[in-house]
T-cell receptor, first 113, second 114 residues
């Protein structure tokens, strides 16, 4: 019930291409879905987040697509750059105080020249 | 805004000693802070939830006497790894929860126990 499944485990994309990472959740009570970017040896940084009342959210080159009926959401990185090479984690939680995040397993993205 | 710091960024200690890691929210008050552990190439594992002025809530399987958490103020939480052993070597990350927003993470602390 609490799992968030993330795929693929790793991804190689050419510079300028589109990177797509998918996540699926089980708990229908989840109502907040953030994506985090983590570079080696650093803490995760919030990238973008969405709530289930919208199907898509875009911030710059990053877009979250959300499908409530399928209990799936995905991160699209447009015009991928070598600087985007990092590990990406999706997560889900219940909003409100002290809401715990349930993380996906992570996707290692490598953007090649 | 929403900056979280951790100190130290890395620490090496001998087996059997205790190590304290500090987590501070620099520009906001955090009623709740979280402590995570992350092994290489793995996801974050929640260890405990820390609420200001009250006892921490530990996740199943996490030894509360081993990992002491104190949340003395709205901007500071500490994690003390007591009697550390090599298997406690890991990357420890804290996060701070601001209101109804998401969690903001610190830069992490690399602990190596010799």
């Amino acid at each position: 019930q609490q799992q968030v499944k993330q795929s693929p485990q790793s991804l190689i994309v050419q510079k300028g291409g589109i990177s797509i990472i998918n996540c699926a959740y089980e708990n229908t009570a989840f109502d907040y879905f953030p994506w985090y970017q983590q570079f080696p040896g650093k803490g995760p940084a919030l990238l973008i987040a969405i709530r289930p009342d919208v199907s898509e959210k875009k911030e710059g080159r990053f877009t979250i697509s959300f499908n409530k009926s399928a209990k799936q959401f995905s991160l699209h990185i447009m015009d991928s750059q070598p600087g985007d090479s990092a590990t990406y984690f999706c997560a889900a939680s219940l909003t409100g105080t002290a809401s715990k995040l349930t993380f996906g397993t992570g996707t290692r993205l490598q953007v090649t020249l | 805004g929403a900056v979280v710091s951790q100190h130290p960024s890395w620490v090496i200690c001998k087996s059997g000693t205790s190590v304290k890691i500090e987590c501070r929210s620099l520009d906001f008050q955090a009623t709740t802070m979280f402590w995570y552990r992350q092994f290489p190439k793995q996801s974050l594992m929640l260890m405990a939830t820390s609420n200001e002025g009250s006892k921490a809530t530990y996740e199943q399987g996490v030894e509360k006497d081993k990992f002491l958490i104190n949340h003395a103020s709205l901007t500071l939480s500490t994690l003390t790894v007591t009697s550390a052993h090599p298997e406690d070597s890991s990357f420890y990350i804290c996060s701070a929860h601001r209101g109804t927003d998401t969690q903001y993470f610190g830069p992490g602390t690399r602990l190596t126990v010799l």
